[in-house]
């Protein structure tokens, strides 16, 4: 009786959960885990960066820099200087508030614990050609604090037929 018992029992453990009854097999699998911690801010910071860059970019509204961005913020785009006042100096210097308010193509939107990442594209602006931007954002006590960001023209001369986004 105990080799049958020893016997049934490795064939179980062997096969899997599998060979049992699915009632037992049901209760067996562990529960699944609760919705993490990580996951809901990541989820909040990709929404704050979406809101801003709406605000700031596509709306016009130079007072999304005071609601989104930290005092504090990091620029590492080697033409603009950290800080508040200078995204809303960069703006203005862009001309960005003289043309027309517009629903921002994002592309592609990531976002992973701090660090949120879009992709868009900035149509023809008169003489500026198309643009394909990649922006990295690091968000902070509800705030965006750091930035990072890639930007290439669509060329007019392409080698193939797809597009860069």
Same mark, same amino acid.
């Given at each position: 009786? @105990? !080799?049958?018992?020893?016997?049934? /029992?490795?064939l179980? /453990?062997?096969?899997?959960?599998?060979?049992?009854?699915a009632? &037992?097999?049901?209760?067996?699998?562990?529960?699944?885990?609760?919705?993490?911690?990580?996951?809901?801010?990541?989820?909040?910071?990709?929404? /704050?960066?979406?809101?801003?860059?709406?605000? +700031?970019?596509?709306? $016009?509204?130079?007072?999304?820099?005071d609601?989104?961005?930290? !005092?504090?913020?990091?620029? $590492?785009?080697?033409?603009?200087?950290?800080?508040?006042?200078?995204?809303?100096?960069?703006?203005?210097?862009?001309? +960005?508030?003289?043309g027309?308010?517009?629903?921002?193509?994002? /592309?592609?939107?990531?976002?992973?614990?701090?660090?949120?990442?879009?992709?868009?594209? &900035?149509? !023809?602006? #008169?003489?500026?050609?198309?643009?394909? @931007?990649?922006? @990295?954002?690091?968000?902070?006590? #509800?705030?965006?604090?750091?930035?990072?960001?890639v930007?290439?023209?669509?060329?007019?001369?392409?080698?193939?037929?797809?597009?860069?986004?």
């Open positions: 009786m @105990i !080799k049958t018992r020893t016997l049934a /029992l490795s179980v /453990l062997a096969l899997g959960a599998t060979t049992l009854p009632a &037992q097999a049901a209760e067996a699998q562990p529960a699944a885990p609760a919705k993490s911690h990580v996951h809901d801010t990541a989820a909040a910071n990709k929404a /704050l960066v979406l809101n801003a860059y709406q605000a +700031l970019f596509g709306d $016009h509204d130079l007072g999304a820099v609601r989104y961005w930290a !005092k504090d913020y990091i620029q $590492h785009n080697p033409y603009m200087a950290d800080g508040t006042e200078a995204v809303k100096q960069f703006v203005e210097e862009l001309g +960005l508030l003289q027309p308010k517009f629903k921002v193509e994002f /592309l592609r939107v990531a976002a992973e614990g701090d660090l949120v990442f879009v992709q868009t594209r &900035q149509p !023809k602006m #008169g003489a500026n050609p198309e643009m394909v @931007i990649v922006d @990295i954002f690091r968000v902070a006590n #509800g705030k965006i604090a750091e930035h990072w960001d930007m290439q023209a669509v060329p007019a001369d392409k080698v193939n037929p797809r597009p860069m986004y």
